[in-house]
């Protein structure tokens, strides 16, 4: 099929095709937008393909392919293919590969989109039951006026896509449409587009992780972003400790959190090879070890069948084998996670700073004390009640102060208190000796390799502890816990350590909060009121939001592994982009979902 001649004159054109095989369509699509002087700005292809292809699998199929150089950049971006939705990008960000992996049926109900083209590919046709519901679900992901191609003439699928509200052309073997819907299509709250057709310009409250990566993903959208950072630059609080760790996680269930986190996981792994090639961080993105008490190798092996996790997203090894990929002996077996790793946030963060160039500027030494809302934008005013700036769109991405400026609303956050502790590498002997690994590892505490001639491990975690002074008895307790991290008694004295305290927002259900702020009553900014529904408050897409107004933040201790895709998140929320991430998650880390809880507790009584 040749690209669609009707994205001349689309910002962003999306086309969502059932099968992706061995990427010829997508290949195809992309070198004529290359060749199109009319072209998009933005081509985003999304792909639902049923069969997982590792990237072996896939250079084999693609070694005589006409599109040499473009297969080429496929190749080398290919992802291990877990059953996640996949972001990929080329061409600068313009030209966006979006890879679902699982049965269509499935993936129809999750995907974020507005879809300007449909192409149903004979495999799935094939394959899949073309009901009521799914035809539903593709007009549910119509922009007005996309058009769809089916390469069968079955009259279930026309009819179908007829109740759907799609006008139907039949021609022997093929199925041609196009979304003209007699009525108007609802569109759940949270999953509007701020300011759609208006200035591309948004605040964002926050220089750490959240708000560097942020306003990276906003860049990418075309849009530019101010940042207002408190502290004297950039990533100086939270994200301000010498080194942190970045890793997926592996549960039997493989619920919410797990999918969460493989998927931010797959997204930090080339956020920090990036930042290392091309911005000069320090860090490695090369293997992480995760230490497993609960299950034996047989176990953890079977988990892994279970959930059909590839080898290059996750392995069991064994206790001698994790101590091997180390250098250190363990005494517990471990998941070697080969895109995992450790990075210097503030790096991380300077990356995606220097990645939003010239749609970016940044603020320091400047406090922000309140909002307000008037004549179309949001004003961030400061101690004395002077505008500091005003754009259409806020994004609040500074941790624990966004409750503050939202008056803090009932959401389920703590603050933590964490110590690190740095020892000199000498402390824990010569290179190669028992105290010195050479990958990061993770459990109940952490150690990382060498960096700059020092080590560091960790952290305590204390909530509602307010002192930020560097204590002797948490580097004690850090020693305690790396000891039993490890199995190998380290003699390193507690009083020769050094350390950093600060403070981590936590959400209680261990995910961060992202998304438009839900309304709440209590505080109205200034502002009338958007565009609600009232209907199914227990569902977070459908809560009443503030519009305009945007969080990111309860990154807790995984900044790192989270920024890179939460960025994005929020990204796509706010420009109306396809979302990086299926629906259930997205719930599941609205902001409104503490809103729902209370809605759902208060039915149930």
Same mark, same amino acid.
């Given at each position: 099929m040749t690209a669609p001649p009707h994205w001349q004159g689309h910002g962003r054109f999306v086309l969502l095709a059932t099968g992706f095989g061995h990427g010829e369509h997508f290949l195809s699509t992309w070198n004529a937008w290359r060749h199109d002087p009319?072209?998009?700005?933005?081509?985003?292809?999304?792909?639902?393909?049923?069969?997982?292809?590792?990237?072996?699998?896939?250079?084999?199929?693609?070694?005589?392919?006409?599109?040499?150089?473009? !297969?080429?950049? @496929?190749?080398?971006?290919?992802?291990?293919?877990?059953?996640?939705?996949?972001?990929?990008?080329?061409?600068?960000?313009?030209?966006?590969?979006?890879?679902?992996?699982?049965?269509?049926?499935?993936?129809?109900?999750?995907?974020?989109?507005?879809?300007?083209?449909?192409?149903?590919?004979?495999?799935?046709?094939l394959q899949t039951a073309w009901d009521t519901r799914l035809c539903k679900a593709l007009g549910r992901l119509a922009a007005p006026g996309a058009r769809l191609v089916a390469h069968t003439d079955a009259p279930a699928l026309r009819a179908g896509l007829a109740t759907a509200g799609f006008e139907v052309q039949a021609e022997p073997g093929i199925t041609t449409a196009r979304y003209a819907p007699k009525f108007q299509t609802r569109r759940a709250v949270a999953r509007l587009a701020a300011n759609p057709g208006g200035e591309r310009r948004a605040l964002i409250v926050g220089g750490g992780l959240a708000g560097c990566a942020a306003a990276s993903a906003l860049a990418e959208h075309g849009w530019h972003s101010s940042v207002l950072e408190r502290r004297a630059g950039i990533a100086e609080e939270s994200s301000g400790n010498p080194a942190g760790l970045f890793h997926g996680i592996v549960n039997v269930q493989d619920g919410a959190h797990a999918r969460f986190n493989r998927a931010a996981a797959l997204a930090a792994c080339a956020a920090v090879r990036t930042a290392i090639g091309a911005h000069a961080a320090l860090g490695s993105a090369e293997g992480l070890l995760r230490l497993e008490t609960a299950m034996d190798p047989a176990a953890m092996q079977a988990t892994l069948s279970a959930l059909a996790l590839p080898a290059d997203y996750v392995q069991a090894l064994t206790a001698a084998e994790a101590g091997t990929r180390c250098g250190m002996p363990l005494k517990h077996p471990a998941w070697f996670y080969p895109g995992g790793g450790w990075v210097q946030p503030a790096a991380l963060a300077r990356a995606f700073f220097e990645q939003a160039a010239g749609r970016v500027a940044l603020r320091t030494n400047v406090a922000v004390q309140s909002l307000r809302f008037g004549d179309g934008r949001w004003h #961030?005013?400061?101690?004395?009640?002077?505008?500091?700036?005003?754009?259409?769109?806020?994004? *609040?991405?500074?941790?624990?102060?966004?409750?503050?400026? @939202? &008056?803090?609303?009932?959401? @389920?956050?703590?603050?933590?208190?964490?110590?690190?502790?740095?020892? =000199?590498?000498?402390?824990? &002997? =010569?290179?190669?000796?028992?105290?010195?690994?050479?990958?990061?590892?993770?459990?109940?505490?952490?150690?990382?390799?060498?960096? @700059?001639?020092?080590?560091?491990?960790? !952290?305590?975690?204390? !909530?509602?502890?307010?002192?930020?002074?560097?204590?002797?008895?948490?580097?004690?307790?850090? *020693?305690?816990?790396?000891?039993?991290?490890?199995?190998?008694?380290?003699?390193?004295?507690?009083?020769?350590?050094? &350390?950093?305290?600060?403070?981590?927002?936590?959400?209680?259900?261990?995910?961060?909060?992202?998304?438009?702020?839900? #309304?709440?009553?209590?505080?109205?900014?200034?502002?009338?009121?958007?565009?609600?529904?009232?209907?199914?408050?227990?569902?977070?897409?459908?809560?009443?939001?503030?519009?305009?107004?945007?969080?990111?933040?309860?990154?807790?201790?995984?900044?790192?592994?989270?920024? #890179?895709?939460?960025?994005?998140?929020?990204?796509?929320?706010?420009?109306?982009?396809? !979302? =990086?991430?299926?629906a259930s998650l997205l719930n599941a880390i609205d902001p409104a979902r503490f809103i729902t809880r209370q809605v759902r507790r208060s039915t149930d009584r």
């Open positions: 009319q072209r998009c700005e933005t081509l985003c292809f999304i792909a639902i393909e049923p069969q997982s292809l590792a990237c072996a699998g896939l250079q084999q199929a693609l070694a005589r392919s006409p599109l040499a150089d473009i !297969a080429a950049a @496929l190749l080398a971006a290919w992802p291990p293919v877990t059953r996640n939705l996949h972001r990929l990008d080329f061409d600068g960000a313009r030209v966006q590969l979006m890879l679902a992996v699982g049965d269509v049926s499935a993936w129809l109900p999750e995907l974020v989109a507005a879809v300007d083209a449909f192409h149903l590919g004979a495999d799935s046709l #961030a005013l400061d101690a004395h009640g002077s505008v500091i700036d005003a754009a259409p769109v806020l994004l *609040l991405a500074n941790a624990g102060d966004a409750l503050r400026l @939202l &008056g803090a609303p009932a959401w @389920l956050i703590e603050k933590v208190r964490g110590q690190i502790s740095i020892a =000199p590498s000498a402390a824990f &002997g =010569p290179a190669g000796s028992p105290g010195r690994c050479t990958l990061p590892i993770a459990g109940a505490g952490y150690l990382l390799p060498e960096l @700059l001639g020092h080590v560091m491990f960790g !952290a305590t975690a204390q !909530a509602g502890d307010d002192d930020a002074a560097v204590r002797h008895a948490d580097h004690v307790a850090n *020693l305690m816990q790396l000891e039993r991290l490890t199995g190998t008694p380290l003699p390193v004295d507690a009083s020769l350590l050094e &350390g950093r305290t600060a403070w981590r927002w936590s959400s209680r259900d261990r995910l961060p909060v992202i998304g438009a702020v839900p #309304a709440m009553p209590h505080r109205d900014f200034g502002q009338s009121s958007g565009p609600t529904q009232t209907r199914r408050a227990d569902q977070a897409r459908f809560v009443p939001r503030v519009p305009g107004l945007f969080v990111f933040t309860a990154l807790g201790s995984r900044g790192i592994t989270w920024s #890179a895709l939460g960025g994005r998140i929020v990204a796509a929320a706010i420009t109306g982009a396809p !979302a =990086p991430l299926e």
